[in-house]
């Protein structure tokens, strides 16, 4: 799985825009970048996941660059639940070489939000 | 959907017991399940990768003798911390992926707070 950094922390107000920013510069053709959030005391949940084109879902909107080394997570009106650690994981789909393999947590980012 | 479900939620142990954790998705088949492990203000590490109907995949660092891991249906795995000691406290937690979805989402359970006195 290519490398992924992260800041360790950001505060966001409530009500606004959480931009939560990821770099993988070493992200290879057929892989993908997943994001998912830590709420403290409980077991991760999945956001969002993309190739090359932006996508949206109910929780969150996920923004790549051109060149795919960089990407952002967007919630767009952030609450006070949406204060966890969020982490960007990027790797290979199933099926496609990269095989039903465990995550690779790094640090991630804590979120704040503040109210 | 994609419901994961872990029991017990917390789990107090004298030192040398054992303790089983079940994992079972829900609402989905899953071939492959993993197990994790989480000591506080760290990341999730994994433990190994859970196959249904094989063994168990570890990983290094992880005594397989001290972490039993059965995956004897498409919905269960479980994990067995055998003769528990106090270093072995932690927060355990599974997830699961669906089989023929090729996606490679992970979805996770609450999680196991498991305290060796």
């Known amino acids: 799985d290519a490398k992924t950094t992260q800041p360790p922390s950001m505060d966001c107000a409530e009500g606004r825009a959480a931009n939560l920013p990821c770099n993988h510069s070493?992200?290879?053709?057929?892989?993908?970048v997943y994001w998912y959030r830590q709420i403290h005391s409980q077991g991760p949940q999945y956001i969002i996941h993309?190739?090359?084109n932006n996508e949206t879902n109910e929780m969150a909107s996920l923004i790549i660059t051109e060149d795919r080394k960089s990407s952002t997570l967007i919630l767009p009106h952030a609450t006070l639940r949406d204060t966890a650690v969020y982490y960007c994981?990027?790797?290979?789909?199933?099926?496609?070489?990269?095989?039903?393999?465990?995550?690779?947590f790094g640090k991630g980012t804590h979120l704040i939000i503040q109210p | 959907g994609a419901v994961v479900s872990q029991h017990p939620s917390r789990v107090i142990c004298k030192s040398g017991t054992s303790v089983k954790i079940e994992c079972r998705s829900l609402?989905?088949?899953?071939?492959?399940m993993f197990w994790y492990r989480q000591f506080p203000k760290q990341s999730l590490m994994l433990m190994a990768t859970?196959?249904?109907?094989?063994?168990?995949?570890?990983e290094q660092g992880v005594e397989k003798d001290k972490f039993l891991i059965n995956h004897a249906s498409l919905t269960l795995s479980t994990l067995t911390v055998t003769s528990a000691h106090p270093e072995d406290s932690s927060f355990y937690i599974c997830?699961?992926?669906?089989?023929?979805?090729?996606?490679?989402?992970?979805?996770f359970g609450a999680g196991t707070r498991l305290s060796v006195l």
């Open positions: 859970s196959n249904e109907g094989s063994k168990a995949t570890y």
């Open positions: 609402d989905f088949q899953a071939t492959t």
């Open positions: 994981i990027v790797r290979a789909p199933m099926y496609s070489g990269g095989g039903a393999d465990g995550l690779t």
């Open positions: 993309g190739l090359k």
């Open positions: 070493t992200i290879s053709g057929n892989e993908y």
């Open positions: 997830s699961a992926t669906p089989t023929f979805i090729a996606k490679n989402i992970q979805y």
